[in-house]
C-alpha cells in the first residue's frame, strides 16, 4: 500500500494536537480571565486530535481490507485473534 501525503499530513496535525493538549492542560488556571478563555476555546478545538487518530486508523485499515475482502477470512481471522484468547484467558 502506498502512503499518502494527505493522511501524513493527517497524522502530523493530530499529533501537534494531542502535544498541544498535554503540553497546555490545565496550566492557564493562575492567568487573566481573556487568556484563560483564549485557551478554553483552543483546547475544545484541539482536543479532536485522539478522535483524528481513530479516523485516520480506522481508514487506513478499511485501505488494506478493501482489496480482496472476504467476510468469512475476517470472521476467521476474529474468531481465531480475539474469540480463542478471551475463551483462554476466561
Given at each position: 500500500?502506498?502512503?499518502s501525503e494527505?493522511?501524513?499530513?493527517?497524522?502530523?496535525?493530530?499529533i501537534?494536537?494531542?502535544?498541544f493538549v498535554?503540553?497546555?492542560?490545565g496550566?492557564?488556571e493562575?492567568?487573566?480571565?481573556f487568556?484563560k478563555?483564549?485557551?478554553?476555546?483552543?483546547?475544545?478545538?484541539?482536543?479532536?486530535g485522539?478522535?483524528?487518530?481513530?479516523?485516520?486508523?480506522g481508514?487506513t485499515l478499511?485501505?488494506?481490507?478493501?482489496?480482496?475482502?472476504?467476510i468469512?477470512?475476517f470472521?476467521?481471522k476474529r474468531f481465531k485473534?480475539v474469540?480463542?484468547?478471551y475463551?483462554?484467558?476466561q
Amino acid at each position: 500500500m502506498n502512503r499518502s501525503e494527505q493522511i501524513d499530513i493527517l497524522r502530523a496535525f493530530a499529533i501537534i494536537h494531542v502535544l498541544f493538549v498535554h503540553i497546555f492542560n490545565g496550566s492557564f488556571e493562575s492567568v487573566n480571565i481573556f487568556i484563560k478563555s483564549v485557551f478554553s476555546f483552543s483546547f475544545q478545538i484541539v482536543s479532536c486530535g485522539v478522535s483524528l487518530f481513530i479516523f485516520i486508523s480506522g481508514y487506513t485499515l478499511s485501505l488494506k481490507y478493501w482489496k480482496g475482502f472476504s467476510i468469512s477470512e475476517f470472521y476467521k481471522k476474529r474468531f481465531k485473534n480475539v474469540v480463542i484468547p478471551y475463551l483462554f484467558l476466561q
